[in-house]
């Protein structure tokens, strides 16, 4: 079935040019289009996309504040794709924190932003190298305050390896040749490792990590 994407840019020409390059592929379509943050929300509960490309910051808006909403508002919830002209760490914690399944920067070639968009839809999730290293440096300046956390504590030893290389930004083929297991096993110990900590995207767990590591540096046990 094709991937059906809705667009929030309040960039008319951004619009178009996205509109076009994604209708040339065969397993893609789009639904719908707006400049609007509030009519983007209203719109996409309505039309329920498998994937919402959201321009970070709009006129009178912002997409993650949309991604936020309908995340919140809706079952099952489209896969949020942050799309923006500037790497800012700010923006990066606050659309992780929102349940956004990826961000990436307007400077991205027509053929990566394809590929982003199937990856999100199939559930996966991503984020520009440039800001993902921003982010994480910046969430070790940011420990928990209780290192202790009985949510990691219930993970499996595989596991617990496997969220330390997913801070690392490692993806499951990776992470399988380090540790030596199977893709499709690592693939279930992420499963299960997401499901346990109570978090539905990679990327959230990653940050869990890198905030952990640091706290426990900082209040060893």
């Known amino acids: 079935m094709a991937i059906s994407v ?8 951004v619009r178009r040019g996205l509109t076009h390059l994604l209708r040339t592929e065969d397993d893609i379509t789009i639904v719908g289009g707006t400049a609007s ?45 942050m799309l923006t002209s500037y790497p800012d760490d700010e923006a990066v914690v606050a659309a992780i924190m929102a349940g956004a399944a990826g961000y990436v920067l307007k400077q991205i070639t027509g053929i990566d932003l394809i590929a982003a968009v199937r990856t999100v839809a199939a559930g996966g999730s991503l984020l520009d190298p440039t800001a993902s290293a921003a982010v994480m440096a910046r969430m070790r ?11 990691y504590e219930s993970l499996s030893l595989h596991e617990r390896r496997i969220l330390a290389l997913i801070a690392t930004g490692m ?42 590591s640091s706290s426990a540096r900082t209040y060893p046990f």
């Open 6 to 13: 809705y667009i929030l840019d309040d960039h008319e020409i």
């Open 37 to 81: 943050a509030t009519r983007a929300v209203q719109r996409i509960r309505v039309l329920r996309p498998d994937v919402a490309i959201l321009d970070v910051r709009v006129a009178g808006g912002s997409g993650i504040s949309v991604c936020r909403e309908i995340r919140s508002s809706m079952t099952p919830t489209p896969a949020c794709l």
């Open 141 to 151: 300046d940011y420990p928990l305050k209780d290192p202790v956390d009985v949510r």
């Open 171 to 212: 993806t499951n083929k990776e992470i399988s040749v380090d540790l030596g297991l199977g893709e499709k096993a690592v693939r279930g110990h992420v499963s299960r490792l997401l499901r346990k900590l109570g978090f539905a995207r990679r990327t959230e767990a990653a940050v869990f990590s890198v905030r952990r």
